[in-house]
């Protein structure tokens, strides 16, 4: 593992499960020696109701103060509680270029999204997600407030189709040691070779379930990751060309539990 510190970048738009969000934050950068920053974009068109550019002006000024306190009030007892620094920023424009703009010029190697029990937060017609996917070739961490990780404590690891996490998860060995053995290595392969829920224990401590591929396999699989109470389970993406990308966001869909999807392998 590299010896500068990761930049780890949490997207929030201060809804429901922020502080599950960040305790998983805050455990995976405690593993792997990161640091955390906290950004938040209000649309511009929520806040100017009125084209009267002095009401405008009044309008965003009022609602700065109002951000900047929620987003110290959740953050203090937090970053008091787990002894870390959160470095929190936000701004009021256009959501989407507000986030690609902080993204360049903080240029994170993880970037943190909570997982949406509903419809997902969209602008412009691309949701959060799907924009993050395609614009961040790094790390992203989808965090689910079902399996969120407690700081201090060892994670439930699953691999995806491996038996380790990516060669592109450059922290993969400190995920390994902070996690409970035996890991778990979920694979969905064609054929009819497979055996479904089939588990086989190597000498490198790793359990491993194998699905036929099928319209059920998400369906099997999830199941199976919520019945060995996996908390992080870890995807390859690929390359940006991969077939894989749709697989991704299928997996984000149906899978209810925190996913660390590894970084675009074109980049290492």
Known sequence: MRKNNYKIVVLSDLKDNVKSILKSTITLSKMIDGEIKFFHVRSASDVVEKENQLSAMRSINSEFKTIDKKIQQLLAPISKEYDVAINAKFSIGNVKNEIDKYIKETQPDIIVLGKKKSTSFSFIGDNLTDFILKTHRGVIMISSVNTTLEPGKEITLGILNGTKPSSSLDFADALIKNSQKPLKS?????????????????????????????????KNLSNYVSKNNINLLCVNRGDQNHKNKADVKDLIGKINTSLLISADENIH
């Open 186 to 218: 979920f694979k969905i392969v064609k054929g009819k070779d497979s055996f479904e829920g089939a588990a086989t224990s190597t000498k490198e401590k790793i359990v491993e379930f194998v699905f036929e591929k099928n319209d059920n396999s998400i």
